[in-house]
């Protein structure tokens, strides 16, 4: 057995069950208060300004009321393994990070060219476009863990690395292997229906992995080849809606 | 039998005067073509500081103000948006680059095939460079986050030991158009050496002190003619790849993006035939506007430059058709459903006028109009003309990047683009580099006369037969 204190670098990973998706919204509010995201309000928000790491993609069909409803489809930033993002950066502030084997936005780096937004196809990067101050007592609820940020640069879903960082801490100073389910991201601990199911996936046996090779797992946008880490599932049974 | 050649008065009156109507057979003696020169140059109206004292206040407060406020607010108070994260920070960049590139083309590449008509008016296109070139460095920075960083971008010793990543195409950009603002400055600098020592031997006060520090000493000796013909000729030759190169790389920042309708092999070549579309318009506008405003200059600007340049107009006009043409039919053809998409929002989605106004300017009026000589020597016309390519060829780039970047492979994000402050700073731009040509026009002599006399002195009527033809002889 390797020594787990000198164990570094895993390939974490997540899959999505669309067929368990109720399109209930609570990622989306468990990602914002984990990761300080601020609300940019009614009217920034309807004019494609809103900072959400993670969006509940909604479609549908038909002229109302023959309206058929396709699965909800949460997007986030699918931590590619060939990322666009990355090259396009002048100033090296997205780049790959080696231990989480996930892209990481620098924000001290970022000098807001944006390129990096316009060349992602899954349309995951959000901006800083004003300083946007939390209301109120909103503010007491910062989590320490996770850098506030300001305006004029860009941010986007990190896989909670603060979290995985943490449980790979953790288990470091126990010395003994993570196990799988562990670390949770913001987004899967409040997930009602489990259908975000995130861990290693340089881990056969953990349940991403096997839920990976699932007969339903497909990639969004598999055809660019950006070796993205999400996988989502679909076309399989569905609960409860579109009959 | 040998025909014997030699310079003589043309045998009649009619013939004398048809050769006078060019400029380069109309010569005037030195001392009064420079004294026209300076006359042009110190010549102010009311007017003049009128104009200039508004576009002062424009400046002020559209380019310093405007972007002050948006540096302080944050993008927000702009347009741009999700998915549209470019706006027309960047159409105004590539419009401005597309502009600069005229003075050197039309400097540079028209003296490296010794073009005649170029003489009086390569010093009015290469100012254009410059300002242009400043215009699209401003607009560049303005689209920053934190433009208060910038400095980023440039690779520099630092205790982080970082470079810029030379993988990013932004990274080539920011080099590539630092080397040609550099180049082209010293290009515009080097052609005016023996004018600023015209200059200096003929003004007084602080504008002696000022033409004596750039004239460089010039006294017009053969050994600094030699230096100085040696230093153009390597420039003039050595900055027509870094114009090709500079808006190339501009094309590259949109190509080498991974976007249905960007990721288009052509872009290179089809970025800089548009970019000489606009700004071989532009300088017939720049012609038009000193011509009738500045003294002395119809002498020197005339019916025939604009004929040329309205041929030269016509012909960029019909590359940037063929290659609009290619680029649409290879993304048609190739199937891809977002680029269909894409196709279809550019000709029927609610800014397809915009795409219409491109190909009516950029298309049908230089193609209806500047096959006749008549409208192609009417300063009038060729302002009307310059001023309809350079509105079609703006949207063209509007077309490229807000309407482009409005259609992506996520649906769910698909969102209109509504221009804010940036429209404010654009104008800012356009009144900066007008009121730094005007007054550039009344600090440096904006003719190159020893250019002109050069041409001048190389070209004589000779009998041949009883053809009178006009000649050329090598003098460089």
Redesign the interface.
Known sequence: MSNPLEEVGHKWGMVIDQDLCTGCQACVTACAMENNIAFVGEQ?AA???SLQWI?V???WEGEFPEVKSTPF?P?LCQQCGQA?CE??????ASVHSENQQINIQVYN???????C???C???AR??????YREPGPLDNALNPDVTVRR????EKCTFCVQRIVQGEDTARAEGRQMADGEVVPACAQACPTEAIVFGRLDDPDSLVSRLKRDGRAVQL?EE?GTQPSVTYLKGGSSYGRNG | MAATAKPIAPATHEEHAESRQHLMLDPRPRGEMNAMVMESMHTTSWKFWGIAFLLGIVVLVCLFLAWGYMIS????VAG???????GIFLVNTVFWIGISHAGTFVSALLRVFKAEFRRPFTRAAELMTTFGLIQAGLSIFM?????W??Y??APYPNARG?W??F?????WD?LAINTYLLASTMYLFLPLIPDLAMARDRSTGWRKVVYRVLALGFRGTEGEWAHLRTAMNIFAFAILPVMFSVHTIVAW?FA????PGWSSTIFGPYFVVGALHSGVAAVAMVLVVVRGTMKNMKYFIRAEHFDAIGKLMLVISMGWAYFFFNDYLVQWYGGDHWTHTLLAWHESGPLAWIWGLMLVCNVAVPWFLLWNRKIRSRPGWMFVIGLLINVGMWCERYVIIPIS?TI??????W?SY?PGIEIVLGIGTLAFFILLYMLASRLVPLVPVWEVQEGQMAHSLRKFGRKTVVSVSELE
């Open positions: 920034d004019y494609g300004r969006r993609e909604r479609f489809q997007v666009p090259p396009v950066c002048p100033v090296y780096r970022c000098v807001g060219t944006r390129y937004a316009n060349n196809p899954y349309q959000v901006f800083n476009w004003r300083d305006r004029g640069i860009m946008l660019l | 607010e944050g993008l927000g741009v948006n999700r998915p549209a994260y470019w689209h920053m986050g934190r433009v960083l910038s980023w971008l970082l810029p990543n993988h990013s195409p932004l990274a920011f920042d080498a993006a991974s976007r970047l992506n492979r996520m649906p769910f994000t969102q509504r």
